[in-house]
């Protein structure tokens, strides 16, 4: 393993463990609690965001994990350029579950964790759908799949005879 990949999980895990014991003392914190505790409990959503964000990443490890394991690899195989790839593309399959935990008015917080770590393992499937079609899209469930709409813009498309 690289010294840049040691260096990059050293900083995740302090990151993770860090707003993991944030998040501990923010659910315990009472009116007797110390100042300081106080203050991340004024600022409970900028930690549990931090803390699911570092879910989702999580996630993300743990499908190139599976994905190296499953080829016959181990771990001397890790390449940092291919986990840095997934941390580009995390804000963009984060978005969804942080607006999901700002709309809810659950009090879960075990839930919108498991939905991170869910969002994580699956980035590529989510990034798949955002990809151009080279084709037009075939949706087998809807009436003659396209058809007639297609020969409809093709008749219109002409404009109108001008005798």
């Given at each position: 393993?690289s010294?840049?990949l040691?260096?990059?999980?050293?900083i995740y895990?302090?990151?993770?463990?860090t707003?993991?014991?944030?998040?501990?003392?923010?659910?315990?914190?009472?009116?007797?609690?110390?100042?300081?505790?106080?203050l991340?409990?004024?600022?409970?959503?900028?930690?549990?965001?931090?803390?699911?964000?570092?879910?989702?990443?999580?996630?993300?490890?743990?499908?190139?994990?599976?994905?190296?394991?499953?080829?016959?690899?181990g771990?001397?195989?890790?390449?940092?350029?291919?986990?840095v790839?997934?941390?580009?593309v995390?804000p963009?399959v984060?978005?969804?579950t942080?607006?999901?935990?700002?709309?809810?008015?659950?009090?879960?917080?075990?839930?919108?964790?498991?939905?991170?770590i869910q969002s994580?393992?699956?980035?590529?499937?989510?990034l798949a759908?955002?990809?151009?079609?080279?084709?037009?899209?075939?949706i087998p469930?809807?009436?003659?799949n396209?058809a007639?709409?297609t020969?409809r813009?093709?008749?219109t498309?002409?404009?109108?005879?001008?005798?």
């Amino acid at each position: 393993m690289s010294r840049a990949l040691k260096f990059l999980m050293f900083i995740y895990f302090v990151v993770f463990l860090t707003t993991g014991t944030f998040m501990v003392l923010i659910v315990n914190a009472d009116e007797g609690s110390q100042a300081w505790i106080t203050l991340l409990v004024r600022n409970h959503s900028i930690v549990y965001a931090w803390h699911l964000v570092c879910w989702m990443i999580l996630g993300m490890f743990t499908n190139y994990y599976w994905d190296l394991f499953n080829m016959g690899k181990g771990i001397e195989s890790m390449q940092v350029l291919r986990i840095v790839l997934p941390l580009l593309v995390s804000p963009f399959v984060f978005m969804p579950t942080y607006n999901l935990w700002l709309a809810s008015s659950s009090q879960s917080y075990m839930l919108f964790a498991v939905i991170a770590i869910q969002s994580g393992f699956f980035w590529q499937a989510l990034l798949a759908k955002v990809a151009p079609l080279d084709k037009p899209a075939s949706i087998p469930w809807s009436v003659n799949n396209g058809a007639s709409r297609t020969s409809r813009t093709a008749a219109t498309s002409n404009g109108p005879e001008l005798g």
